[in-house]
């Protein structure tokens, strides 16, 4: 049982791509396969894969399209062909094709893996599935003329895959009204077709609140009845500072707490300060307690020493 036991192909408008290397006898043979399934009632059409988008076949044609099925099945289904083949395939067409595969990816081939033509046949439109495809068995010696034509190393696995994919109940690229289009329409615009929501609803969105969600199933927490009382308290902000331990205290490059301005004012040294201003003139002008009393006259804002003993007042 062949592939095409399952396909209804009496009365049916059929395209069977070849291309470069098949055996002619063998096309010979199939074309008159072909011909005998379809019967009077359909049409057979045998085109060059190369020369497939120079046919100027219409939109949506076939209703079959058959391709890599005549030995040698060296043909790669790829971008290059695939989007010209869905084009001509009515909507619900089956696309029934062979080619050779390998089990990993490898640079330089020309073969590609099972996993990539499956996604790239979905990426081009066709509804595919993993029980749309299968391996067939090829005679040893039709494979090695495969393997030779191709350049494959005896190394790699090399196989046929047989897969029959159909195209969507639909034009690739058409558009449906979705249900419920005819409500939607009554709120659009009218300009350009996009969907408005009325103002009033809009605002009512924008309004909620907890209290519109209230309801006997939803319970909402206070809050306020999360916290205890200690966390009332306001702290003491002595309490805040940070403890630097026993040793000589030290602030930080940053400090934030207050100790480093705390240890600038225990640094600052005393200033000595004249209440009458008129020091530096000599005795003359200095008065009973001027620590300066017999120092010669200095001028003014030069600095002057004086000795603990001169600081202290004579009591």
Known sequence: MTIFDAVDLSGKTIALLWHAGVDPEQLKSYVADFQGWIGSGGHLSVENVERLSMSNHPDSYFDVVVSGVVPLQTLVHDDSILPEVIRILKPNGTFVFQEVVVPLSTPGLPVKTESWLKSHLKINGFVAADEDFRDIVVPDDVLGKMRTSLQIPFSLPLKVCQGCVRKPAYEIGSSSRLPGAAELSKTTNGTNGNYVAPLKDAAKVWALSTSDMMDDDVDLIDQNE????????????????????????????????????????????TKVISSCGSCYLGDAFRCASCPYAGMPPFKPGEQITLSSRQLNPDI
């Open 226 to 269: 999360m916290l205890e009382e200690g966390d009332l308290v306001r702290p003491d902000p002595t309490s805040l500072k940070v403890d630097c331990g026993p040793g000589k205290k030290r602030a930080c490059k940053n400090c934030s707490c207050g100790l480093a301005e705390e240890l600038e004012s225990k640094a600052a040294p």
